[in-house]
Nanobody, 121 residues
Framework: QVTLVESGGGLVQAGGSLRLSCAAS????????MAWFRQTPGKEREFVAA????????YYADSVKGRFTISRDNAKNTVYLQMNNLKPEDTAVYYC??????????????WGQGTQVTVSS
């Protein structure tokens, strides 16, 4: 089991930027692909972005492509989500998760507790 802790959420105006971080407490961080998901009340958790083990391969949901960038620093056991040109519809709780496979995400995963992102219009 991997413990993940997200940070960096907050309140931002539309058009602004935020950078989320997800720190993993595991020595084998580089053996996991990582992904970000988000969830709003009453809706299922939805995929945002994923990154492979070395960080050279990434893919995104169409709704964030061109605005969000996922990256990782294996030396710091951390994955990031840079969010630019934020829109009110990006408001959600953002979660990071592990994956044993990439690009298809594994069913089994460890999840963080989430960080709230609120974008005001």
């Amino acid at each position: 089991q991997v413990t993940l802790v997200e940070s960096g959420g907050g309140l931002v105006q539309a058009g602004g930027s935020l950078r989320l971080s997800c720190a993993a407490s595991v020595s084998t961080f580089s053996s996991y692909a990582m992904a970000w998901f988000r969830q709003t009340p009453g809706k299922e958790r939805e995929f945002v972005a994923a990154i492979g083990w070395t960080g050279t391969s990434t893919y995104y949901a169409d709704s964030v492509k061109g605005r969000f960038t996922i990256s990782r620093d294996n030396a710091k056991n951390t994955v990031y989500l840079q969010m630019n040109n934020l829109k009110p519809e990006d408001t959600a709780v953002y979660y990071c998760r592990t994956s044993g496979t990439f690009p298809q995400l594994s069913t089994f995963a460890s999840w963080g507790q989430g960080t709230q992102v609120t974008v005001s219009s």
